[in-house]
């Protein structure tokens, strides 16, 4: 079982839609999780982490973590073509374990 | 890319032919990470380094070495390439804190 699981997806919605991205997790020891967006044939990119369970909003995107269920989600409010990337969501403890990635295509 | 420059960008080597690839920083990070991507397990961890001669293995570190004798500079080597190797390459740097940046990535394919 890996350790950070996620719908590759790929996932289509309209532009000004709000997105949905679903990651589950299976280490308890995990405290920190984190959000990363991948443009095609480019490096991924941080958006945003957050700590133990909660919310963390910035501007359009909201992160997401329920520790008891394991369940960890990023929203994206109002989305917009050039949202259109991989998302991939990740946690560490003693190292970086990452998903496996959802493919986003958001249609103007 | 945050300062970060990987060689070579694309590589197609024979296997059994030794490869390394090259990570470079301009941003005096401490961290220093070489991840492989593949479709259906996304980014996994091979190697790391916290400092000037200091690595550590990650999930995937069998048939890969690295070296890191100067801070800007993160070596991966491959001495004996594999078909199983052929992948994304990616360098990620970092500080003590959990933000990653990771480099442009260099597309190596094993025949």
């Known amino acids: 079982q890996k350790e950070v699981e996620q719908d590759p997806g790929p996932l289509s919605v309209p532009e000004g839609a709000i997105v949905s991205l679903n990651c589950t997790y299976s280490?308890?020891?995990?405290?920190?999780f984190m959000w990363y967006r991948q443009y095609s044939r480019k490096g991924p990119e941080l958006l945003m982490y957050?700590?133990?369970?909660g919310n963390k909003e910035d501007g359009r995107f909201t992160a997401q973590v329920d520790k008891s269920s394991k369940y960890i989600s990023l929203f994206i409010r109002d989305s917009q073509p050039s949202d259109s990337a991989t998302y991939l969501c990740?946690?560490?403890?003693?190292?970086?374990?990452f998903g496996t990635g959802t493919s986003l295509t958001v249609i103007p | 890319d945050a300062g970060i420059t990987q060689s070579p960008r694309h590589k197609v080597t024979e296997t059994g032919t030794p490869v390394t690839l090259r990570c470079h920083q301009t941003e005096n990070h401490r961290y220093m990470y070489w991840y492989r991507q593949d479709p259906g397990h996304g980014l996994r961890l091979i190697h790391y380094s916290y400092g000037v001669k200091d690595t550590d293995k990650g999930e995937v570190s069998d048939g890969y070495s690295v070296s890191r004798s100067k801070t800007e500079d993160f070596l991966l080597t491959l001495e004996s390439a594999t078909s199983s190797q052929t992948s994304v390459y990616f360098c990620a740097i970092g500080g003590t804190g959990l933000e990653q940046y990771f480099g442009p990535g260099t597309r190596l394919t094993v025949t």
């Open positions: 957050t700590y133990s369970s």
């Open positions: 280490n308890s020891a995990f405290q920190y």
């Open positions: 990740a946690s560490t403890s003693n190292q970086f374990y």
